[in-house]
């Protein structure tokens, strides 16, 4: 089991930044490559981020290539989503995911464990 608990979450104005911080224990961190995933009411929750367990393997949606940043430090059991340049439409809850492999798929069913989620809002 691995449980994730997110933070970071807030209301920030068109053109700032937040950092989201997801923090796990349990079973070892470092064999479980990362996600960051959102959904609004409107939308299906998608993967915006994800990232592979020694961190040589990255994956971006193309709505966020250039703005948003993941990365992890395995001795804090911990993965980051730098967000800068946020937009309106960025809006949504975000959700941390662990997969049980070291590897990142794309797709929401290949993600074993789930943080409870952190609502990030981009006013304009």
């Known amino acids: 089991q691995v449980q994730l608990v997110e933070s970071g979450g807030g209301l920030v104005q068109a053109g700032g930044s937040l950092r989201l911080s997801c923090a796990a224990s349990g079973r070892t961190f470092s064999s479980n490559a990362m996600g960051w995933f959102r959904q609004t009411p409107r939308k299906e929750r998608e993967l915006v981020a994800a990232?592979?367990?020694?961190?040589?393997?990255?994956y971006y949606a193309d709505s966020v290539k250039g703005r948003f940043t993941i990365s992890r430090q395995n001795a804090k059991n911990t993965v980051y989503l730098q967000m800068n340049n946020l937009k309106p439409e960025d809006t949504a809850n975000y959700y941390c995911?662990?997969?049980?492999?070291?590897?990142?798929?794309?797709?929401?069913?290949?993600?074993?464990?789930w943080g409870q989620g952190t609502q990030v809002t981009v006013s304009s």
């Open positions: 990232i592979s367990w020694s961190g040589s393997n990255i």
């Open positions: 995911a662990a997969r049980s492999d070291l590897d990142i798929v794309l797709s929401t069913t290949g993600y074993d464990y």
